[in-house]
């Protein structure tokens, strides 16, 4: 009897020491993962703050892994991508031109869009940009030259990745944007539309995402976009039923913030969105784009960090010529 004790007192000191182990085991484990995920949130929100600083330093970067794709990109020319800048106004126009193929994007068409981009992330001066397409039509996506040309699945997802790192920038620019869809949005054509704050459509314009027609699904960034703007459902009827939205749906689902007054193609549409624009781009530009770093860190970051970013963003304009001016203008309340 006291040789059996003994025994089952050895099993249970046994099975206490293995219970510890995998005790143990586990929470190494879960802190493996946790580990792993935190360090992805801290990269992403790393991403995130160094879009929002004022000084940036991507015009000059290259990385390598982009390097393969834009020299393949450049050997299909054709259209260009152009930008005027108002310096009065503070409103710049960028637009895709290559009314050969409704403004469809060649692979020197992606190169310069992203070199475009770049000029707007440093113009401190600026308030807005308005995405258009030439000769009334906004952009039908890429050129199916060039597209037949990367076809393989490698070169495929690294044209994806480049324009949706380019667009991804075009988004998180310290100006308001706005898309001026005249004519035809169609798939890469839609996804550019989702890269802007905000979309301005002419009486008869139509945004279609096509992709399924074409076998594919969006790249460039505008499914996670899309549900982000009209949310999931209206997102997958848009993506699965490849529906036209004209100016009324648009503006039902939340897809379109205005319809202009005009048609496309009577050549002022540029004028009717840059006075619709002019409502929030009054007063300095460095308050503008404050607005607009605040925005977007409340969009892309967790609260304590987007709450730390305002501050650091409310900082550059406390004290500054406008807010001075504003004081001395209104020096006690009524």
């Not at 703050?49 to 015009?59: E, F, H, M």
């Not at 308050?287 to 709450?307: N, T």
């Amino acid at each position: 009897m006291r040789l059996f004790s003994s025994f089952c007192l050895v099993c249970m000191r046994l099975f206490s020491l293995c219970c510890v182990h995998v005790s143990l085991y586990r929470r190494s484990s879960i802190m493996s993962v946790c580990g792993a995920a935190r360090c992805r949130w801290i990269q992403s929100r790393g991403a995130v703050r160094r879009i929002l600083q004022q000084n940036r330093t991507v015009c000059s970067h290259r990385s390598g892994s982009a390097e393969g794709i834009r020299e393949k990109l450049q050997v299909f020319p054709g259209g260009s991508i152009e930008l005027q800048k108002q310096q009065e106004s503070g409103i710049a126009v960028l637009t895709v031109n290559n009314p050969a193929r409704m403004n469809a994007f060649s692979g020197s068409m992606m190169l310069e869009l992203e070199q475009r981009v770049c000029d707007l992330e440093t113009w401190t001066e600026g308030k807005a940009v308005i995405v258009q397409g030439a000769a009334g039509t906004f952009c039908s996506g890429s050129d199916l030259n060039a597209v037949r040309a990367i076809a393989n699945p490698h070169d495929g997802m690294k044209m994806c990745e480049f324009m949706q790192n380019t667009l991804t920038r075009l988004l998180r620019l310290p100006l308001i944007s706005a898309a001026l869809v005249e004519g035809r949005a169609l798939g890469g054509g839609a996804e550019l539309t989702t890269a802007c704050d905000f979309r301005l459509m002419t009486s008869d314009a139509v945004i279609q995402f096509v992709h399924k027609h074409m076998g594919l699904v969006p790249g460039w960034g505008g499914a996670a976009r899309l549900v982000r703007i009209v949310g999931s459902q209206n997102a997958l009827k848009l993506l699965s039923g490849a529906k036209k939205v004209d100016p009324d749906f648009g503006k039902q689902m939340g897809l379109v913030d205005e319809v202009l007054h005009c048609s496309s193609g009577e050549g002022n549409a540029l004028s009717h969105a840059e006075r619709w624009l002019g409502q929030f781009i009054k007063g300095p530009a460095p308050v503008i784009q404050a607005v607009k770093k605040v925005v977007v860190s409340g969009r892309e970051l967790p609260l304590d960090e987007a709450l730390r970013t305002e501050r650091s963003v409310f900082g550059t304009v406390w004290g500054g010529p406008a807010n001075l001016e504003a004081l001395a203008l209104k020096p006690k309340h009524k």
